[in-house]
């Protein structure tokens, strides 16, 4: 089994940053792309930002050249550093991952989320 755990939302006013971070644990033997997706209220599920294991990065239009994914393998985490935020970005924001258990099952993760909140 393994588990996806978010940290580092919170309650920031415009123009601040803030750095969110998920770290996966369990029976893990190799983890592929690892993901942000965010949920503001009312809205559906988007993606945010996804790195592969080969550090390519991909980001939504919304937030290029604000957020930043990254990763670091050797402590199972990914992490996104958002700069120049705006109320729009208030959200949820979820991780998730393909990891490859170490049976050999490839499992799709997702963490329980972390509130973040852009507000005066």
């Known amino acids: 089994q393994v588990q996806l755990v978010e940290s580092g939302g919170g309650l920031v006013q415009p123009g601040g940053s803030l750095r969110l971070s998920c770290t996966a644990s369990?029976?893990?033997?190799?983890?592929?792309?690892m993901k942000w997706y965010r949920q503001a209220p009312g809205k559906q599920r988007e993606l945010v930002a996804a790195i592969t294991r080969g550090r390519s990065a991909t980001y939504a239009n919304s937030v290029k050249d604000r957020f930043t994914i990254s990763r670091d393998d050797t402590k199972r985490t990914v992490f996104l550093q958002m700069n120049n935020l705006n109320p729009e970005d208030t959200a949820v924001y979820y991780c998730?991952?393909?990891?490859?258990?170490?049976?050999?099952?490839?499992?799709?993760?997702w963490g329980q989320g972390t509130q973040v909140t852009v507000s005066t």
């Open positions: 369990g029976s893990i033997f190799s983890i592929y792309t």
């Open positions: 998730n991952a393909d990891i490859v258990a170490m049976t050999g099952e490839v499992l799709n993760s």
